[in-house]
């Protein structure tokens, strides 16, 4: 459904997409975009590998699965889009055929909007569209920066490495020894590219060997690691007793 002038400030979240723009802005913005929410139940396939596409998706409601199949026809998670968070701007952008699938997690809605619309001056010239252009560039920026340090740490040898590196960096962003991830176990595992047993046998040595702790998807490093890079810098603040 095309988005109703009464709706359209309510259908987005407040997200980094549209920092700047003030809620009252955004019909006029969604009009001149041509913006569409859809609703999707879980499982639907909202965009297919192989196919192109001129629009990008940002989630007002549930989650959409970023998936990849692998030679065998398995699904491998590459990214879980929440509200906020937009996915398929970077193919929309360039053109080119998409190399994953986007699926619906749970019941899910999202807005869809017109890449090349975003990406070219509107002929009134208008100061929220602009910004709405150099949130986008920000936002696909940051996005690189993401999977620049998938690749580190999927390029680490073993998968004991891989974790100590992924959890380092998110000892480092929260600036503390104790931290929250935002994938469960399997999440984890998919996003390591990892055996989801091999991934807890792994965290259990490491909690055994007294140089973490964990419940669910809360991490807290017991210790400095050594400074290679393996580990959360001694200048983190030690976790509460």
Known sequence: MKISEKSQGAACPDGPLFAGIV????????????????????????????????????????????IKEDYQGSAVLVARIRPGELFAEAFAAGGLPLTV?????????????????????????????????????RLVSRKNVFLTGRIEHLSKRTLQEKVLSYLSEEAQRAGSRRFTIPFDRQGLADYLAADRSALSAVLGRLQRQGV??????????????????????????PPEA
């Open 101 to 137: 699938s986007a699926q619906a997690e749970d019941a899910a809605a999202v807005l869809w909007l017109d890449c090349r619309r975003v990406l070219t001056p509107c002929g009134n010239a208008c100061p929220m569209h602009a910004a709405l252009t150099g949130n986008l560039l």
């Open 23 to 66: 809620p009252e802005e955004r019909p006029g913005l969604f009009a001149c975009l041509r913006a569409e929410e859809k609703a999707y139940r879980k499982g639907d396939i909202l965009l297919h590998a192989g196919e192109t596409t001129g629009r990008f998706g940002l989630v007002t409601a549930g989650a959409v699965r970023i």
């Open 212 to 237: 973490l702790t964990f419940r669910k998807n809360e991490f807290a490093f017991c210790r400095p690691l050594r400074p290679d890079g393996e580990g959360p810098s001694a200048r983190l603040k």
